[in-house]
Nanobody, 123 residues
């Protein structure tokens, strides 16, 4: 069984910085996609940033120039550096990963979520 463990987050004033980390633990798996989703109060969960196994990155328009996503494939880890934070960045941030599990006779599609970590930005 593969699990995602997140760390980081917290409270900061507007203009400040925070970083998030996510690591996958388990055995016999590969992760094609790792991403950060976020869900603000009263809103739907949205994709904020992500990185494919080949290094291709994605950042939603509202965070471009402020957030940096990076990944360490050897550690099955994903990071999000958030600078110049704005109150509208306040949300619960969830790590997400998709790939394959090799623990059974045939590879199985894997899609897992972390427990979520709160980022609170005050004005």
């Amino acid at each position: 069984q593969v699990q995602l463990v997140e760390s980081g987050g917290g409270s900061v004033q507007a203009g400040g910085s925070l970083s998030l980390s996510c690591a996958a633990f388990g055995s016999a798996f590969s992760l094609k996609i790792m991403a950060w989703y976020r869900q603000a109060p009263g809103k739907e969960r949205e994709l904020a940033a992500g990185q494919l196994e080949d290094g291709t990155t994605y950042l939603t328009d509202s965070v471009k120039g402020r957030f940096t996503v990076s990944r360490d494939n050897a550690k099955n880890a994903l990071y999000l550096q958030m600078n110049n934070l704005k109150p509208e960045d306040t949300a619960v941030y969830f790590c997400n990963a998709e790939g394959l599990s090799y623990s059974d006779y045939e590879p199985l599609y894997l899609k897992i979520w972390g427990q979520g970590t709160l980022v609170n930005v005050s004005s």
